[in-house]
């Protein structure tokens, strides 16, 4: 174990020691200029011994000569006699041996004397070590090293000089610190380079970035060892070598391969063909990012199956919970690419968001170093990923423009993960019910709504269901426990639950809305099923086929967004509602982004897409004093041109619309303020009641009432109790009206 003054006591690092040193001895030919060089002779013989030797071998008269003795009488005393203050006589003026051994070798006329001397005590003491060694554990620590990374013997003696240098008594070099830096740097090269008994072009190479010891972070750009390696090598760090950078992945809940729906089917279709095509030591760099919990782990876990290769995780923290540092799984990558390659193996680098972000706003190499050496950054992630010879599923949650050009276009294939689609919720819901045997609690027929409801990831259905099971809960318990807890599940994830699931009111109707325009709601609805049925059957013979986007608008309450429930309800759909204000950000260029999230959503889920409110972000460009006022309209008519589903946009104030958005709806409805009938016919529908003729008469007589308003009465007079009359009833729509009067423009509805 390493001791307090900085030596390791270890046999074989002492070994180690000896034979380097010897070979230093052996190579350099020059002055000793730091005297702290001779120091590993410290730790071969006492301070005694070394006296004897050198007395031994030059002689009273030599000493003198080198004046490290005052007399030939004094120096013939011999070792320690007239010893003061610890140092002895015969070494006039030094307080160590090593500053008499620096006189000795600075001598012309001794150094080769000097040499063969201190050769002769290492050859001694390095004969003694390596028997002492034989079982040691270090040494049987860089026997792995060597094995498992199949390093060569030049890199394990490059590495095992550099651990000796910083554990043993050989720390420093002969030369001065005095000299120019690029010379001394030099020099240190050369020195390296003669005590691990090789040529300076060799020791050269091992500084390169893209040398294994580099790569893998063992050595530093000075040839200094790393403290991640150090502490293996000491014992500190006892885990496995394998384990520290990558295992083999879990495969028992492997999902199948239907489980992902069409789209995903193709992607991996594909990917099968492209991967299979390389052969084996193909590498294929396959990027799975977007919405974190959609899947994407899984997808690359079914794709391993499918494909018959052993996966192969890279670690991203202990399983005693400690973190891994982003180094240590850099180098897995790089580890494991060497050790699989070959083998009917694919990685999966799982959470590489900070690894792959490198060179724009720091990155792992940012976090790494300092200096803002983005370039240096991009270039080794770079050649990191160009090196990769074996299918590698790199899974990021970040968007992919925090990653440098240079790093995207490195990949061999991508695949974005929206947010899970109902289908998919559905058959999530399906596989763990199924799991952990609740099928006789959970019919098949409430998976449905259960998918619609909860908007929460796989791994919450999975903990939910888990979780559920352990309670051994009675069949009429099991509703109301699921809602206990997917509800807070759901809150703390940020997800949603639909307790409308954007179904229209029981008591909705077309009947009774005012309408203004030649086409009415009924046509409307019809149109959008044959354009639904003529996309699925893929027939589109019609040479100008348009899209199927609707603009409905007018005062708030009028019935728009009842009339998306109804619609979708009717051709079979569901909805993806997104308010303007979801998708304005404070953020230049992420409202753009924000909007091809809507449109990418609700095409990947075949659904409606609903934009309420939509006057908050296609406002006429011609008022624009930014541009990214400009480039979010843009968006959106690009994706409202592209768009192969059903979008329905919903505004109170069509004047502010921008007049290029106008061309891209396909019909345009007005909502208006309920006419005479539709009054009468909405109070009774809502009230559950009859008008008398006078009070028809009253209720024609209120202005600017909407189907809104009749429910905003309703729900205020639920929890009043006892029998509600009409009249109570007119005298709050009355008030309802009169808001409107005084109140300017109210939104929503």
């Known amino acids: 174990m390493a001791t307090f003054n900085g030596t390791y006591e270890n046999a074989y690092a002492q070994q180690l020691m000896g034979e380097f040193f010897r070979n230093s001895l052996r190579y350099f030919k020059g002055e000793v200029r730091d005297s702290e060089y001779f120091k590993p002779v410290m730790s071969m013989l006492d301070e005694r011994g070394i006296e004897q030797r050198i007395y031994d071998r030059f002689g009273g ?27 002895p006589a015969m070494f006039y003026g030094h307080d160590d041996p090593v500053d008499t051994l620096q006189e000795l070798w600075n ?121 991640c390696i150090q502490d293996y090598l000491t014992g500190e760090d006892d885990k496995p070598l394998q384990g520290r950078f990558y295992r083999k992945a879990k495969c028992e809940d492997v999902l199948p391969w239907d489980f992902y729906g069409p789209q995903l089917r193709r992607h991996g279709e594909l990917l099968k063909r ?206 109301q426990l699921l809602e206990n807890l997917m509800k807070p599940h759901c809150e703390l994830m940020g997800g949603g639950t639909a307790d409308d699931l954007m179904l229209p009111a029981k008591d909705y109707s077309l009947e009774g809305l005012n309408l203004k325009g030649d086409v009415g709601l009924p046509q409307i609805s019809d149109a959008v099923a044959g354009y639904l049925c003529e996309a699925e059957s893929g027939e589109t013979s019609a040479t100008d086929r348009p899209r199927m986007n609707i603009l409905l608008w007018g005062p708030p309450g009028t019935g728009k967004t009842e009339f998306v429930k109804y619609l979708a309800k009717k051709v079979g759909r569901k909805v993806v509602v997104k308010m303007g204000s979801d998708l ?11 909007i091809k999230r809507a449109f990418d959503e609700a095409e990947s889920d075949n659904a409606i897409l609903f934009l309420d409110e939509i006057d908050g972000i296609v406002q006429d460009r011609s008022g624009a004093q930014r541009s990214w006022e400009v480039t979010q309209v843009n968006e959106l008519l690009n994706r409202m041109e592209n768009f192969k589903g059903v979008m329905v946009g919903a505004t109170n104030f069509m004047d502010n619309l921008d007049a290029a958005i106008m061309r891209r709806f396909t019909f345009k409805l007005q909502f208006d303020y309920l006419e005479e009938d539709g009054k009468r016919i909405f109070f009774e529908r809502m009230f559950k009641t009859r008008l008398g003729d006078a009070e028809a008469m009253r209720l024609a007589a209120i202005p600017n009432l909407a189907p809104g308003d009749f429910r905003t009465v309703r729900q205020s007079l639920y929890y009043l109790g006892g029998s509600v009359s009409n009249e109570t009833r007119l005298n709050e729509l009355e008030k309802e009206s009169s808001l409107k009067k005084g109140g300017g423009r109210r939104i929503g509805f």
């Not at 008269?61 to 070792?79: H, Q, W």
């Not at 990374?149 to 005095?178: C, H, M, Q, W």
């Not at 304005?584 to 924000?594: A, D, H, I, M």
């Open 584 to 594: 304005l950000s404070c953020w230049v260029g992420e409202t753009e982004k924000n």
């Open 61 to 87: 008269e030599a000493l003198v000569k080198c004046g490290v003795a005052r007399t030939c009488e004094e120096a013939g005393r011999g070792p320690h006699n007239g010893r003061q203050y610890g140092a």
């Open 274 to 479: 492209m991967i299979r095509s390389k052969g084996d030591g193909g590498g294929v760099n396959i990027l799975l990012y977007g919405e974190p919990g959609t899947g994407k782990t899984s997808f690359a876990t079914t794709l391993a199956r499918e494909l018959g290769l052993d996966l192969y995780e890279i670690m991203h923290g202990e399983e005693d919970g400690r973190n891994t540092s982003l180094g240590s799984r850099l180098v897995g990558v790089q580890v494991c690419n060497e050790q699989i390659a070959g083998r009917s193996g694919m990685m999966m680098v799982d959470e590489a968001d900070q690894i792959l972000s490198t060179g724009v706003g720091g990155g792992f190499f940012g976090m790494l170093f300092s200096g803002g050496r983005n370039a240096s950054e991009k270039g080794q992630v770079n050649s990191m990923l160009d090196s990769i010879r074996v299918p590698t599923a790199w899974i990021s949650n970040a968007d992919p423009d925090t990653m440098a050009d240079s790093v995207r276009r490195r990949f061999d294939y991508s695949i974005c993960f929206r947010k899970l689609t109902h289908s998919m919720r559905a058959s999530i819901w399906r596989n763990n019910i199924a799991k952990h045997g609740l099928g006789g609690l959970i019919p098949d027929g409430d998976v449905d709504a259960l998918a619609a409801k909860y908007t929460t990831s796989a791994g919450g259905i999975a903990m939910v269901l888990k979780n559920l099971k352990a309670m051994s809960p009675a069949a009429e318990e099991v509703p």
């Open 107 to 227: 001598s012309k006329e001794h150094r080769e004397t000097c040499r063969q001397l201190l050769v002769e005590i290492a050859d001694e003491f390095t004969a003694g070590r390596k028997k002492a060694a034989a079982d040691d554990p270090l040494r049987k620590r860089f026997s792995e090293l060597k094995r498992f990374f199949k390093f060569s013997d030049l890199e394990i003696a490059a590495l095992g000089y550099s651990f000796v240098k910083g554990n043993t008594a050989f720390t420093n070099d002969p030369f001065s610190g005095r000299r120019a830096k690029n010379d001394l740097k030099n020099d240190r090269l050369n020195f390296f380079a003669m005590c691990i008994d090789r040529s300076v072009a060799e020791v050269r190479e091992l500084r390169n970035s893209e040398s294994r010891l580099r790569k893998y972070d063992f050595l530093d750009s000075d040839l200094d060892i790393r403290g």
